[in-house]
């Protein structure tokens, strides 16, 4: 008997995401998967707890399913309504000159942590990692990138007082290596290599480097930013291409005998080329940057091609033929779900949109119209941004909270 064809899965790695539907990565397949057993669905009752405690609404993202998933979440709720400090770490692989419009969603939710629970966070510039993985000839160039990029997450708004950002390459510490070594010597080659799909052709740095983004989530790497805890919990938002990272840190640190981070998941903003792939900086005819000027802006979100696709109907694009369902295999309309903040607003362009009583080019208008005024608002804080206010970010000191 010939063997069957294996079904097609979607691929979802810190370096690569690809969805074999036009609609997107499947979530509901990807959470039951074997990288994701520890983690829950976002529910009601998460989001009603979080209101709750806080006395603030929840964050768009949250009520929309855009932030989907967490593991440990209820645990920094109940530290939260017991006056016990915890941190924030979320991090960027510096690869380009600016950031896109894709990274605004965990920067902006990430923001959002900070204001609602009044906590510290740091924030990991992986510039060694682009240098082992990208085509970026020196680590100074990379570490160049980093000074770039933090102007960009400088213009979000994190608070100073409680915002460390820094560079892998230059914030080196004795304690935060130490950490490293500690997760190097408990996590095997076979294991890296399996889950993180590295080679025997890859480069040594490759193999180590998930020990370095592991040691952020523990508070003892950072002497003198956190004061009376070397052992302080830690919630990690982050996209969920970047959980497997975390599910090795999660079993190191049972066995280091530390806490264990939580985390909290965002789905991926498509690409304007279809939700086949998320987007990217490596890409520039994905995405749409922070340091894109408004002609370029209502460039990009005219070209993307329109699609009405019902069940398995074939429609086509730049990348091929594509198969989904309308909604979500349409960019204009899930872009519009991540940026138009306002409840009202967006269930009123929601219905319009489903019962085509709004067209395509007026949802691109709109579209365009939010993106224009959102990036605006981002470039002209990031003009204020100094070379000297980075360094105050990027300087290790005591931060503030409560």
């Known amino acids: 008997m010939a063997n069957k064809k294996a079904a097609v ?25 074997e990288h994701y057993a520890d983690c829950e669905k976002i529910n009601e009752e998460l989001i009603e707890r979080i209101e709750d405690i806080t006395g603030k609404p929840a964050h768009h993202f949250l009520k929309r399913g855009i932030v989907i998933s967490h593991s440990m979440m ?10 016990k400090p915890f941190y924030l770490y979320t991090g960027r692989g510096p690869s380009s000159k600016s950031l896109h419009v894709g990274h605004l969603v965990p920067f902006q939710f990430t923001k959002w942590l900070q204001d609602t629970f009044d906590v510290p966070l740091v924030i990991q510039l992986t510039d060694d990692e682009k240098y082992l993985w990208k085509d970026i000839p020196t680590p100074e160039a990379a570490i160049n990138l980093s000074r770039k990029n933090a102007k960009d997450i400088i213009a979000f708004g994190f608070d100073e007082k409680k915002t460390f950002i820094f560079s892998n390459f230059e914030y080196m510490c004795p304690p935060f290596y130490k950490n490293i070594c500690r997760i190097e010597k408990l996590v095997t080659n076979e294991e890296v290599m399996n889950k993180f ?32 805890s070397e052992d302080m919990a830690c919630l990690i938002p982050c996209a969920l291409d970047q959980h497997i990272f975390f599910e090795v840190t999660k079993e190191t640190s049972r066995f280091m005998k530390v806490k264990e981070p939580a985390l909290i998941h965002t789905t991926f903003l498509p690409a304007l080329g279809g939700a086949i792939k998320k987007m990217s900086a490596s890409d520039a005819s994905t995405a749409i940057f922070l340091n894109d000027g408004e002609h370029e802006i209502e460039e990009k979100i005219h070209k993307i091609q329109d699609v009405k696709v019902q069940g398995n109907d074939t429609v086509s694009s730049e990348m091929g033929p594509v ?61 204020n941004v100094t070379d000297d206010i980075v360094t105050k970010y990027m300087s290790p000191r005591l931060l503030t909270y409560k």
Do not use: C
């Open 323 to 383: 198969y989904g369902k309308s909604l979500e295999a349409d960019i204009p309309y899930q872009l519009a779900k991540f940026f138009v903040e306002d409840e009202t607003e967006w269930n009123g362009i929601k219905q319009a949109y489903e019962e085509e009583n709004l067209s395509s080019m007026e949802l691109k208008n709109k579209l365009i119209l939010i993106l224009k005024k959102t990036i605006r608002e981002i470039q002209e804080k990031r003009e």
């Open 9 to 33: 899965q979607d691929v979802v790695t810190p370096w690569e995401v690809v969805a074999t539907s036009a609609s997107g990565i499947d979530y509901e397949k990807l959470l039951k998967g």
């Open 197 to 228: 799909g590295i080679s025997k052709r890859d480069s040594i740095g490759k193999t180590s480097f998930p020990a370095i983004q592991a040691a952020p989530s523990f508070s003892s790497s950072f002497p003198g930013i956190f004061r009376d």
């Open 74 to 83: 209820h645990h920094i709720l109940d530290l939260y309504q017991e006056g």
